[in-house]
């Protein structure tokens, strides 16, 4: 059996990630890019009756285009952990740095991205999170990104990977 993580209330997720906007659910169409609204409809064809996804539903031909924009976390239970399965291209020319392999939990700045990714495992929804400082990022202070948060489940019907497909911004100095 998964322990269930300490999960904070989404009030509180809204309020720690002013200045983005938080969507959740059915509010998340209509509020994101085109590759994302295209991913979101894959994901919700994928996951049929039940709340997300199986896993092995993702696959290289599902993903096409998104790649480089991609960042699949392994998601683990007892202690809560998330391992990087894949850092997209694009990401890791935004933050400077290729996180495959390695915890969360090991970077700065991560713990909201480890809170939010709680309530997803927990409440099995997508999320979405537009204007996103990009925290981790050396140059942060000009950066921000869009993120679609998308849970899979796994053997046990839990959420054992979460997909964030992200869109960045920067502004000028």
Same mark, same amino acid.
């Given at each position: 059996?998964?322990? /269930?993580?300490?999960?904070?209330?989404? !009030?509180?997720? @809204?309020? =720690?990630?002013? #200045?983005? $906007?938080?969507? @959740? *659910?059915?509010?998340?169409?209509? &509020?994101?890019?085109?590759?994302?609204?295209?991913?979101?409809?894959?994901?919700? !064809?994928?996951?049929?009756?039940?709340?997300?996804?199986?896993?092995?539903?993702?696959?290289?031909?599902?993903?096409?285009?998104?790649? %480089?924009?991609?960042?699949?976390?392994?998601?683990?239970?007892?202690? +809560?952990?998330?391992?990087?399965?894949?850092?997209?291209?694009? +990401?890791?020319?935004?933050? *400077?740095?290729?996180?495959? *392999?390695?915890?969360?939990?090991?970077? #700065?700045?991560?713990?909201? =991205?480890?809170?939010?990714?709680?309530? @997803?495992?927990? $409440?099995?929804? #997508?999320?979405?999170?537009?204007?996103?400082?990009?925290?981790?990022? #050396? /140059? $942060?202070?000009? $950066?921000?990104?869009?993120? =679609?948060?998308? %849970?899979?489940?796994?053997?046990?019907?839990?959420?054992?990977? @979460?997909?964030? =497909?992200?869109? +960045? &911004?920067?502004? /000028?100095?």
């Amino acid at each position: 059996m998964v322990a /269930e993580p300490s999960v904070d209330s989404l !009030e509180t997720l @809204i309020r =720690l990630s002013v #200045p983005a $906007k938080v969507y @959740i *659910g059915a509010d998340v169409a209509g &509020h994101s890019w085109l590759m994302a609204d295209q991913f979101l409809r894959t994901w919700q !064809e994928l996951k049929g009756d039940k709340a997300a996804p199986a896993r092995a539903a993702l696959t290289p031909m599902k993903v096409g285009d998104a790649m %480089p924009f991609l960042t699949i976390f392994d998601v683990s239970y007892d202690p +809560f952990r998330m391992k990087c399965r894949l850092m997209g291209s694009a +990401f890791v020319q935004a933050i *400077g740095y290729d996180a495959t *392999g390695n915890f969360a939990c090991d970077y #700065p700045n991560t713990d909201l =991205l480890i809170r939010r990714a709680k309530w @997803i495992a927990a $409440k099995v929804q #997508p999320m979405l999170i537009t204007g996103l400082p990009l925290a981790w990022s #050396p /140059e $942060k202070s000009y $950066k921000t990104y869009d993120t =679609l948060c998308l %849970p899979f489940l796994g053997a046990e019907d839990t959420v054992d990977a @979460i997909l964030y =497909l992200n869109q +960045f &911004h920067v502004s /000028e100095k």
